[in-house]
């Protein structure tokens, strides 16, 4: 028989430890709605959240262009790399104009120092992902060079995409470390740093302890982090199966173009038929050379899949963060638990299990009630200090997870509006394609009644 989920509102006792949140909290859609943490500062006194609520004025984002330029990293190397211009413009002026408001450089790698950040102080959130940085999923005539001009225009258009993710959202548009990633060029990278974000970083061994050592998993972010996988995999083996589809096509529109020069061969030896297999491969010709720019066109629907390939990771990120979270919870648990016991075995003096306090007292005989009278003082503190600490990490896990669903939900519309819109807009591409492929041959076979 199904129980009923417990009130949201009450308070996790020590044992037994639920999940974070509870298996029924209730999980309020915080989109669009004021966030409590609006106007957080973090530990160190740095106000990470922007007060001038520039996320409310109509601004445009846009990244016009990409640059190749030469430079010293931080071992004095001289490395080539690609700078990005980030243009902001405001739509809000007074005559009703849109006027550049800024405009700076920035690096690729800059781009990963704010996602880093992001993911740090918003572990609640599906942090929208970058553009990946080396060509996956290519066909064979596509070039994995990380400097290829079409490969540069197409993350170009993914960092676009990324900045104008983030600015839609509705609690990390509000950053003020994104705010000065589009405004402030010079000293943007000691700003992110005095904030402290890499010290706030769970390390990767720690989140792997917490995943094997966890007791009582949430099943919502089990299923989620299971599904997430499925996703990964899915979309990973779409983008094969269509870089093999394109391999395939490539070549077949290639023999379109073989067809067009047999026909022009042929026509130069033939008098009353030179003229329509000379018209028919011209239209062989123009088909074939057709092929170039549809596979242009199919690679930014693959650059759309790729978008959603990577955020599989951002969920898994939320997941491993509420891992992290239930772990200490069930540890601080057991370390209440364990002083309760052992402050109950020195008021009554017996032992409930093998302990070295338990061989020592044998051999050395007992404690004088003094000594056992401070000992019980300082467990009652570490007691109290415990279950404080407790309570505190229950609304903390609570807070945590009704935020994080809510912007699970969120993502979810988004990811189904997304993949809809992209699959059917592909689809109609290749109707279109294919017909153009039926008005060709309908063309060529009209050439050919004409001889």
Same mark, same amino acid.
């Given at each position: 028989?199904?129980?009923?989920?417990?009130?949201?509102?009450?308070?996790?006792?020590?044992?037994?430890?639920?999940?974070?949140?509870?298996?029924?909290?209730?999980?309020?859609?915080?989109?669009?709605?004021?966030?409590?943490?609006?106007?957080?500062?973090?530990?160190?006194?740095?106000?990470?959240?922007?007060?001038?609520?520039?996320?409310?004025?109509?601004?445009?984002?846009?990244?016009?262009?990409?640059?190749?330029?030469?430079?010293? &990293?931080?071992? &004095?190397?001289?490395?080539?790399?690609?700078?990005?211009?980030?243009?902001?413009?405001?739509?809000?002026?007074?005559?009703?104009?849109?006027?550049?408001?800024?405009?700076?450089?920035?690096?690729?790698?800059?781009?990963?120092?704010?996602?880093?950040?992001?993911?740090?102080?918003?572990?609640?959130?599906?942090?929208?992902?970058?553009?990946?940085?080396?060509?996956?999923?290519?066909?064979?005539?596509?070039?994995?060079? &990380?400097?290829?001009?079409?490969?540069?225009?197409?993350?170009?258009?993914?960092?676009?995409?990324?900045?104008?993710?983030?600015?839609?959202?509705?609690?990390?548009?509000?950053?003020?470390?994104?705010?000065?990633?589009?405004?402030?060029? #010079?000293?943007?990278?000691?700003?992110?740093?005095?904030?402290?974000?890499?010290?706030?970083?769970?390390?990767?061994?720690?989140?792997?302890?917490?995943?094997?050592?966890?007791?009582?998993?949430?099943?919502?972010?089990?299923?989620?982090?299971?599904?997430?996988?499925?996703?990964?995999?899915?979309?990973?083996?779409?983008?094969?199966?269509?870089?093999?589809?394109?391999?395939?096509?490539?070549?077949?529109?290639?023999?379109?173009? &073989?067809? #067009?020069?047999?026909?022009?061969?042929?026509?130069?030896?033939?008098?009353?038929?030179?003229?329509?297999?000379?018209?028919?491969?011209?239209?062989?010709?123009?088909?074939?050379?057709?092929?170039?720019?549809?596979?242009?066109?199919?690679?930014?629907?693959?650059?759309?899949?790729?978008?959603?390939?990577?955020?599989?990771?951002?969920?898994?990120?939320?997941?491993?963060?509420?891992?992290?979270?239930?772990?200490?919870?069930?540890?601080?648990?057991?370390?209440?638990?364990?002083?309760?016991?052992?402050?109950?075995?020195?008021?009554?003096?017996?032992?409930?299990?093998?302990?070295?306090?338990?061989?020592?007292?044998?051999?050395?005989?007992?404690?004088?009630?003094?000594?056992?009278?401070?000992?019980?003082?300082?467990?009652?503190?570490?007691?109290?200090?415990?279950?404080?600490?407790?309570?505190?990490?229950?609304?903390?896990?609570?807070?945590?997870?009704?935020?994080?669903?809510?912007?699970?939900?969120?993502?979810?519309?988004?990811?189904?509006?997304?993949?809809?819109?992209?699959?059917?807009?592909?689809?109609?591409?290749?109707?279109?394609?294919?017909?153009?492929?039926?008005?060709?041959?309908?063309?060529?076979?009209?050439?050919?009644?004409?001889?």
């Amino acid at each position: 028989m199904e129980q009923a989920p417990p009130d949201p509102e009450r308070q996790l006792q020590p044992a037994p430890v639920e999940p974070l949140g509870g298996p029924g909290a209730l999980l309020e859609a915080a989109v669009g709605e004021e966030e409590t943490e609006g106007n957080r500062e973090d530990s160190s006194g740095v106000d990470t959240m922007t007060g001038n609520h520039f996320w409310l004025k109509k601004i445009e984002i846009s990244v016009s262009e990409a640059e190749k330029r030469t430079g010293r &990293n931080a071992m &004095n190397m001289q490395e080539t790399y690609t700078a990005y211009l980030i243009e902001t413009r405001s739509v809000e002026h007074a005559d009703g104009q849109s006027v550049l408001t800024d405009s700076l450089w920035r690096r690729y790698s800059e781009f990963e120092l704010l996602r880093n950040y992001l993911l740090v102080y918003y572990p609640h959130v599906v942090v929208p992902p970058l553009p990946e940085k080396r060509a996956e999923f290519v066909w064979h005539k596509l070039s994995a060079d &990380n400097m290829d001009p079409d490969f540069v225009e197409r993350r170009r258009i993914g960092l676009e995409n990324f900045l104008l993710r983030v600015a839609s959202h509705p609690v990390l548009c509000r950053d003020k470390i994104f705010y000065l990633f589009l405004t402030q060029e #010079g000293n943007w990278k000691e700003t992110v740093n005095e904030t402290g974000f890499q010290l706030k970083a769970d390390s990767r061994l720690k989140a792997l302890n917490a995943t094997f050592r966890v007791k009582n998993p949430d099943k919502r972010f089990t299923e989620l982090k299971h599904y997430s996988d499925e996703l990964q995999s899915v979309i990973s083996h779409l983008l094969r199966v269509r870089a093999r589809v394109a391999d395939r096509l490539y070549g077949v529109y290639k023999v379109h173009g &073989n067809y #067009g020069r047999v026909f022009s061969e042929w026509s130069a030896i033939e008098k009353e038929m030179g003229d329509g297999l000379q018209s028919a491969g011209h239209h062989m010709d123009v088909y074939a050379s057709s092929i170039d720019d549809i596979l242009e066109d199919e690679e930014h629907y693959a650059d759309q899949l790729k978008e959603y390939l990577f955020y599989a990771e951002a969920l898994r990120a939320v997941c491993r963060k509420h891992e992290l979270m239930q772990y200490d919870l069930e540890t601080a648990a057991q370390d209440l638990a364990s002083k309760k016991q052992q402050c109950e075995e020195l008021a009554t003096g017996t032992i409930r299990t093998f302990s070295l306090k338990g061989m020592t007292t044998k051999l050395f005989g007992q404690e004088t009630p003094e000594q056992r009278e401070a000992r019980i003082k300082v467990l009652e503190e570490q007691i109290n200090e415990g279950e404080e600490q407790l309570k505190s990490k229950n609304l903390e896990g609570r807070e945590f997870v009704k935020n994080a669903w809510a912007d699970i939900e969120r993502f979810k519309e988004q990811k189904n509006r997304d993949l809809k819109e992209a699959l059917i807009s592909y689809a109609v591409m290749q109707i279109s394609m294919c017909k153009k492929g039926i008005q060709v041959w309908t063309n060529a076979k009209e050439c050919f009644s004409k001889m």
